[in-house]
């Protein structure tokens, strides 16, 4: 059975203590910082990150302004997002020596760190300090967290900020039913984070259901009913004095949400329905209108994109949870803490299943459960080396060293796509060629930076000017043409028209089409092209757009 706060006995080989676990914990943060550190600058544009950079800039003239400037409360439909790491960005950009975006990069390093860390201490309180080591080796080797900690401004932060949410959560829940003043301060600091980056954070009630339930069943199975109320009352009473604090913080990342009282209803109401003209995706190979996903879509793509150590110890941690939920010689509150970490892995895909709502650019809306299924994982490989232990140092050995490939071959996988690691699948994918033709790779145009890098670089090596008349050079786009201009600068002036154009730059999904044209340049990983350049002087093209 799963069992919290379970370490090696002192036997295991090397006597390993937690102390050691603890500072290789430290270690594997400093090391994912410093590849962050170099490699932060690597990263491209995606289609939402110029619009964000606006939305950053104008947040902070609203509080610069002393709240006059209120362009920020109606600016696109951002305003009904929290806009905290934005405004952060934009804060860090007029004190570090990068260029906006590069700030951006960095920034969503920094706060994917923090996430790492907090996983940690999740899986540490959880399931002692192996658990607490395995989570974050597991997180951070999960490329679509890893990659997407660079470049999403939006899931990225939330990821981290429901990371926070649930630890405070199983802190309230270990200290069930009288939390301590620490307890109430973190939980309505993290509830105000939550929310105030995207109003989605409330989901985090349904998390707790089970839990609770849990909690107050044993106490009426113990004392009877009206002690049991009393107190769950009281737990209720205590934490719900950390709301207003909740409350200030949600309004200062989120200023539109306390404008008037019932806006964030008005949020849930908006993001209730789809809110944009539909199109299609590549889902299974085949294009589909996105509010007509099927049901299995969230499931299945964490099936083909979680890595192979991850999936298999998460899938045995959901039966392992489950059964020690019902063992009544586990603490009451350990097994609580167990349900509301896997109700927070689990309880979103079931949710999105039987309601069915538009899903769109893979798992990215889903990034927020990466974490807690890297804390079941972690807490299912501590158990699995402890009962593994007790079968003799062979099998430990054998079992350790399969885990070791698995996380290597993963660790090679995102080495060989950087800086791409979101594209990134799994084995029963077939990698990114096996599902080049079945699902989206690139779906935000990050391969475009490098794209336009080479092209650059392949103008001044041929020397070549662009035709006369013109002291610029012309590039169609099929992709986020927004993204396109920015990467190429001011020497290049962007269109959607490929008549007359000197050069296309084309995104490799199936909405794109090749071009019997030269290639000027081709961002390629693992044999798939992710964005090409084509050379189209002397050439006429008259669409970039393939039929789907």
Request: charged content about 15%; some cysteine; hydrophobic content about 50%.
């Amino acid at each position: 059975m799963l069992t919290a706060r379970s370490t090696l006995p002192d036997a295991v080989p090397a006597r390993l203590s937690e102390r050691l676990y603890d500072r290789t914990a430290l270690a594997v943060l400093l090391v994912v910082a410093i590849f962050a550190a170099f490699t932060f600058v690597d990263y491209g544009l995606g289609w939402d990150d110029y619009t964000h950079s606006q939305y950053g800039e104008l947040l902070l003239a609203y509080y610069s302004s002393g709240f006059t400037d209120r362009r920020a409360l109606s600016f696109v439909n951002l305003y009904m997002y929290g806009g905290g790491f934005d405004l952060l960005s934009a804060l860090a950009a007029k004190v570090l020596p990068f260029d906006l975006f590069e700030t951006r990069r960095l920034m969503g390093a920094v706060v994917g760190i923090i996430g790492l860390a907090v996983v940690w201490r999740l899986g540490r309180r959880l399931g002692g300090p192996l658990a607490g080591l395995l989570a974050l080796v597991l997180l951070a080797t999960t490329p679509m967290y890893y990659g997407h900690m660079f470049m999403n401004a939006k899931d990225g932060p939330f990821s981290v900020a429901m990371c926070v949410l649930l630890f405070a959560l199983l802190r309230a829940i270990d200290e069930y039913p009288s939390p301590s003043r620490g307890s109430v301060i973190l939980l309505g600091s993290a509830l105000g984070l939550a929310i105030g980056t995207r109003i989605l954070g409330g989901i985090a009630v349904l998390f707790v259901i089970a839990p609770l339930a849990l909690l107050v069943g044993a106490d009426i199975r113990k004392d009877g009913v009206q002690p049991a109320m009393r107190r769950f009352g009281w737990f209720v009473l205590v934490l719900s004095a950390g709301l207003p604090l909740g409350y200030v913080i949600m309004g200062l990342l989120w200023p539109w949400s306390v404008l008037e009282p019932l806006n964030p209803i008005r949020a849930i109401s908006y993001f209730s329905t789809f809110f944009e003209k539909p199109w299609r995706e590549m889902y299974d190979g085949m294009p589909v209108l996105v509010p007509d996903m099927p049901s299995s879509y969230v499931p299945r793509l964490l099936a083909l994109k979680l890595p192979d150590p991850t999936l298999a110890l998460a899938l045995g941690a959901v039966g392992g949870i489950l059964f020690a939920a019902t063992r009544q010689n586990i603490p009451v509150n350990r097994r609580a803490g167990l349900l509301l970490v896997l109700g927070a892995a689990a309880v979103p895909v079931i949710y999105a299943m039987i309601s069915r709502p538009a899903l769109y650019n893979g798992l990215r809306h889903f990034l927020f459960i990466v974490p807690p299924i890297a804390v079941i994982a972690g807490v299912a490989c501590a158990y699995l080396i402890e009962w593994l232990h007790t079968r003799g140092k062979a099998v430990l050995a054998a079992a350790i060293v399969v885990l070791g490939l698995g996380l290597t071959a993963t660790v090679a996988d995102m080495v060989r796509l950087h800086p791409y690691q979101y594209a990134y699948f799994n084995t029963l994918a077939g990698g990114v060629r096996g599902a080049d033709r079945a699902f989206m790779l690139d779906y935000w145009g990050l391969a475009f930076k490098q794209a336009t890098d080479e092209l650059e670089q392949n103008i001044e090596a041929q020397q070549a000017i662009p035709p006369a008349g013109r002291s610029y050079w012309i590039v169609a786009v099929c992709g986020p043409q927004r993204v396109a201009q920015v990467e190429l600068g001011p020497r290049f002036l962007t269109t959607s028209n490929p008549r007359g154009a000197d050069f296309a730059l084309v995104l490799r999904e199936f909405y794109c089409r090749e071009i019997n044209a030269p290639v000027a340049a081709e961002v390629v990983r693992d044999g798939v092209p992710f964005a090409t350049v084509y050379d189209l002087r002397g050439r006429t093209v008259s669409t970039l757009q393939a039929s789907p």
